[in-house]
């Protein structure tokens, strides 16, 4: 079964800084598009950014837009979203989402287009 693991959450104030990290085990992901969505009570999951396979292109949402950072490591192994400039609004569990394209499709915003999930971490910020 492929495992996606998140890690890095946790409770900062507002104007903090964090930096989640997910990896993949038993296989990679090298080749694939790799997101991170956020979902909070009773609301969908909402993306917050994504990478291609090589890492040269990214997508973010315009909330997180100029605050986060998504990367990924030089092995394509692990996929880093780094937040800065945190606001109370940022508090969710994050999630990482692989997909099953190399490259951004019209719909890489959507949950749907992906297909393996890690289980989340949790972040909240503190006003």
């Known amino acids: 079964q492929v495992q996606l693991v998140e890690s890095g959450g946790g409770l900062v104030q507002a104007g903090g800084s964090l930096r989640l990290s997910c990896t993949a085990f038993?296989?990679?992901?090298?080749?694939?598009?790799m997101a991170w969505f956020r979902q909070t009570p009773g609301k969908d999951r909402e993306f917050v950014a994504a990478?291609?396979?090589?890492?040269?292109?990214?997508r973010y949402a315009d909330s997180v837009k100029g605050r986060f950072t998504i990367s990924r490591d030089k092995d394509k192994i692990t996929v880093y979203l780094q937040m800065s400039s945190l606001k109370p609004k940022d508090t969710a569990v994050y999630y990482c989402?692989?997909?099953?394209?190399?490259?951004?499709?019209?719909?890489?915003?959507?949950?749907?287009?992906?297909?393996?999930w890690g289980q989340g971490t949790r972040v909240t910020i503190s006003s």
């Open positions: 989402a692989a997909s099953q394209s190399m490259y951004f499709v019209v719909s890489y915003y959507h949950d749907q287009d992906y297909p393996y």
């Open positions: 038993r296989r990679t992901f090298s080749n694939n598009v």
């Open positions: 990478v291609t396979w090589s890492g040269a292109d990214t």
